[in-house]
């Protein structure tokens, strides 16, 4: 079993900045891939940024490109996502998840273990 800890969350103006962690663990922690994703109020959850667990690949959505960083370390078992020049379209509940099964890292179903989440409001 994995425990998935999200933290960081808060309220901030639009053009500030958040940092966002996730902790895992648990004594089956071996992933493939660690990703977050949010979901707004009324709307499906979508994908937000992805890394693969050896850092060789880091995957955005096109709404964050440019603005969040998402970043892991393997020795604390931890995986960050720097949001900078927040906008109030990114208010929503963020989620982190662990993906054991090599799948398409931008698809929820291929996620294994998710976090309780974290909320973000950007004010404008």
């Known amino acids: 079993q994995v425990q998935l800890v999200e933290s960081g969350g808060g309220l901030v103006q639009a053009g500030g900045s958040l940092r966002l962690s996730c902790a895992a663990s648990g004594r089956t922690f071996s992933p493939y891939a660690v990703g977050w994703f949010r979901q707004a109020p009324g709307k499906d959850r979508e994908f937000v940024a992805a890394i693969t667990w050896n850092g060789d690949s880091i995957y955005y959505s096109q709404s964050v490109k440019g603005r969040f960083t998402i970043s892991n370390d393997n020795v604390r078992n931890t995986v960050t996502l720097q949001m900078n020049s927040l906008k109030p379209e990114d208010t929503a509940v963020y989620y982190c998840?662990?993906?054991?099964?090599?799948?398409?890292?931008?698809?929820?179903?291929?996620?294994?273990?998710w976090g309780q989440g974290t909320q973000v409001t950007v004010s404008s």
């Open positions: 998840a662990v993906d054991s099964s090599r799948g398409d890292v931008t698809r929820e179903y291929v996620y294994d273990y």
